[in-house]
């Protein structure tokens, strides 16, 4: 699998983006995929995961009820549709596919194998 994340850019705090995630292969549609970020000077964070068929999703505690996760398996693309944005929000944000066929969402980024190049987003005050 080959991922391509894109959307990122500037925004105001309040503000919202949508980040997509283009996937290639045809394994696609069996795998967990995970949004995670990493700001300057800190570790690589999970900020949300959902599973293979879309039927179970999880969220970060700093996230929950402002970023909702996505995918369409039909066109191979996840999307990260963030709302209410801070300043804390800002890193890049990596779009990633699961190690294991059929496994359910890890948090850890060490159970994912293939990553998107990562997407910048900058939240000013």
């Known amino acids: 699998v080959q991922l391509q994340a894109s959307g990122g850019g500037l925004v105001q705090a309040g503000g919202s983006l949508r980040l997509s995630c283009a996937a290639s292969?045809?394994?696609?549609?069996?795998?967990?995929m995970g949004w995670f970020r990493q700001a300057p000077g800190r570790e690589r964070e999970f900020v949300a995961g959902i599973s293979h068929s879309a039927g179970s999703e999880y969220y970060s505690d700093s996230v929950k009820g402002r970023f909702s996760i996505s995918r369409d398996n039909a066109k191979k693309m996840v999307y990260l549709q963030m709302s209410d944005l801070d300043p804390e929000d800002t890193a890049v944000y990596y779009c990633?596919?699961?190690?294991?066929?059929?496994?359910?969402?890890?948090?850890?980024?060490?159970?994912?194998?293939?990553w998107g190049q990562g997407t910048l987003v900058t939240v000013s005050s």
């Open positions: 990633a596919a699961g190690r294991e066929a059929w496994a359910p969402i890890q948090i850890d980024p060490r159970r994912y194998s293939y």
């Open positions: 292969g045809r394994t696609f549609s069996t795998y967990a």
